[in-house]
């Protein structure tokens, strides 16, 4: 079965300093992987994919992703964090039928 | 601008009460979902439906019932037997043949009074 893991619940980090949330996977096959962001109250909204090709991915907002298949991770990265990039992050995977998230690694960026 | 809708955005149940959850998209998706999101446990899928008339149980549908009758709405039902209905509930879709995850709405938060 597709599944992800997000080992972090929590990543405190300085404004303008570099950040990184961790996911890691476990699939059968090639992964088709994900990042999503959340606000308080809000659904999720897309960041970035990783379906094929680059191991580096670049998203939305200055987020970038990098697929590592040896270690079967995905971590999320940003050269340098904003009080605004504060919210709850999702790495998920696609599966047959459905698409299965991590429980979420909440993000505190702070002035 | 295409999306999915959700209503109502919060919910307040009695014991023992039936409420429905509304979810409607203009997005033409085909696959549709409704997922449960609780502290710390991510988000847990209830059902599913890929196609008109036709759903699936996802990991935790027991005390919830779907229906798709338009391509263009899912609503969730969640019935008295749910003992532990207050969380918030995300409804999602997909075409199925674009690679761009899914497309969520921006929830309702059910709680039980």
């Known amino acids: 079965a597709q599944s992800v893991a997000q080992p972090e619940d929590q990543v405190n980090v300085a404004e303008g300093n570099p950040l990184t949330v961790k996911c890691t996977y476990s699939v059968s096959g090639n992964p088709y992987l994900f990042w999503y962001v959340q606000y308080p109250n809000r659904g999720l909204q897309f960041l970035l994919k990783?379906?094929?090709?680059?191991?580096l991915v670049k998203g939305s907002y200055g987020f970038e992703a990098e697929f590592n298949k040896s270690q079967t991770s995905f971590h999320l990265k940003k050269p340098s964090a904003l009080v605004s990039d504060s919210a709850l992050y999702f790495c998920?995977?696609?599966?047959?039928?459905?698409?299965?998230f991590g429980a979420g690694t909440r993000l505190t960026v702070k002035p | 601008d295409g999306g999915i809708t959700q209503s109502p955005k919060y919910l307040f149940r009695k014991e023992g009460q039936n409420v429905t959850l509304s979810c409607e998209q203009n997005l033409n998706h085909d696959a549709m979902y409704w997922y449960r999101q609780d502290p710390g446990q991510g988000l847990r899928l209830i059902y599913y439906s890929q196609i008109v008339n036709d759903f699936q149980k996802g990991d935790i549908a027991e005390g919830y019932s779907v229906s798709r009758e338009k391509k263009e709405s899912f609503p969730l039902t969640v019935t008295s037997a749910q003992k532990n209905p207050t969380a918030f509930y995300l409804c999602a879709s997909h075409s199925g043949t674009d690679n761009y995850g899914y497309t969520f709405g921006s929830g309702t938060r059910l709680t039980v009074v």
């Open positions: 990783y379906i094929t090709g680059d191991n």
């Open positions: 998920a995977v696609s599966g047959f039928n459905d698409m299965r």
